[in-house]
């Protein structure tokens, strides 16, 4: 199998009046495995169906491997695919289900009979071969789906949703068994979500869309810890976000928490925001002296998760925020009315484009 990397051009998709992709453009390695997040309608699935070939584009071009797809059918482009709607054919057998991309090949005989059979036992389905798809749970149909979408080891593989339907544990396998594979087999994977932690869990590197666009593209890690906009801090996972202003000098204020901070080394035009994951919000004791920027709040709601406690407060300028804390041992849970002393290091102040 010839790995094929993708690319869209300048991808402008629109359906009359709507534009689902605006100006679009993406390259994703030969081998990576790339997620789409982003909320409804922000133009995930379109990006999908342009690259199986269900959807035509208005203007660009879009690439799989250094050939344009544009003209080329859906059959033509060898991307296998697990969408929601592309459901199981209900008058063929699990067997003959997975078996349909490789007799379109034309393979037959004991090779087809062992690639079937070894994309079912990869799915823990080696026993269902003869049921018939109404014969089986919703999470083993999406499991054959699966099965079928990778039995002829595409270069490109195109999922959309495919554990949204199926219960926690199920969802954790099966992410487990598509990593897995992508790891064996090495093919190109385009994954959509909802699930942010799916996201972080599964991909090399995450687009997050917004409004037919991307917003951002990085590693997992580095749009949860270096979010450049607002709307991408928002976005993944919680988030406080304070509004910074020139303060006298080099210094910054942050006027919801009353306070002043040195110079921002790297970043700091005005007009930005400074993003703070809740996890980096801390107590601070007498003489914590390597935060830098400390303020007094008060506990408003105690939201106990289990091995983390999880904190509203409002700060002494009256700014609600988030923190969070680890359950160390022994560890007293604050109350709602506690008076606390609060701080974060710099480094984990994050400027974003206010956007
Ligand atoms: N066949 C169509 N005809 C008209 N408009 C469409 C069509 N398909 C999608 N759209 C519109 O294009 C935009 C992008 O839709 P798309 O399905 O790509 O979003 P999405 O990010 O996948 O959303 P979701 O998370 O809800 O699946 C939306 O405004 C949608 O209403």
């Not at 309608?41 to 690439?63: C, D």
């Not at 909802?194 to 599964?202: F, K, N, P, V």
């Not at 709602?336 to 206010?354: E, I």
């Amino acid at each position: 199998m010839a790995v094929a990397g993708i690319t869209f051009e300048n991808v402008t998709k629109r359906y009359g009046a709507v534009v689902a992709l605006d100006q679009f453009n993406l390259t994703v390695a030969p081998g990576e495995f790339m997620t789409f997040l982003g909320p409804s309608g922000s133009g995930k699935t379109t990006a999908l169906n342009i690259l199986a070939g269900f959807a035509g584009i208005t203007e660009g071009n879009v690439r799989i491997g250094d050939r344009s797809v544009v003209n080329l059918p859906p059959e033509k482009r060898n991307v296998g695919m697990v969408f929601q709607s592309y459901s199981l054919f209900p008058h063929l057998t699990v067997f003959e289900n997975v078996a349909f991309p490789l007799r379109l090949r034309g393979e037959r005989g004991a090779t087809l009979e062992t690639k079937v059979r070894g994309a079912l036992e990869m799915v823990h389905l080696a026993e269902f071969g003869k049921r018939m798809p109404n014969e089986l749970s919703g999470g083993q149909r999406q499991r054959v789906a699966f099965a079928r979408a990778v039995v002829f080891e595409p270069p490109v593989l195109l999922m959309d949703e495919p554990l949204g339907a199926l219960d926690l544990k199920l969802r954790e396998q099966m992410q487990l068994e598509i990593k897995r594979y992508h790891q064996q087999l090495g093919c190109t994977i385009i994954f959509v979500t909802h699930d942010q932690g799916e996201a972080l869990t599964l991909s090399d590197r995450v687009a997050v869309m917004r409004d037919g666009k991307i917003a951002q593209v990085d590693t997992a890690q580095d749009i949860y810890d270096r979010p450049s906009t607002r709307y991408v801090a928002e976005f993944i996972g919680r988030t406080n976000l304070f509004e910074i202003e020139q303060g006298q000098g080099n210094g910054w204020s942050i006027a919801a928490l009353g306070t002043q901070m040195a110079a921002l080394d790297d970043h700091g035009a005005a007009g930005r925001t400074l993003s703070v994951r809740p996890e980096k919000i801390r107590q601070i004791g007498q003489g914590d002296a390597d935060t830098t920027i400390s303020f007094d709040a008060r506990v408003t709601d105690v939201v106990f998760q289990g091995d983390h406690v999880q904190y509203q407060a409002v700060t002494s300028g009256g700014a609600p925020l988030t923190f969070q804390e680890h359950r160390g041992h022994g560890a007293r849970l604050q109350q709602a009315g506690d008076a606390l002393r609060l701080g974060f290091d710099v480094a984990d102040a994050v400027p974003v484009q206010n956007q």
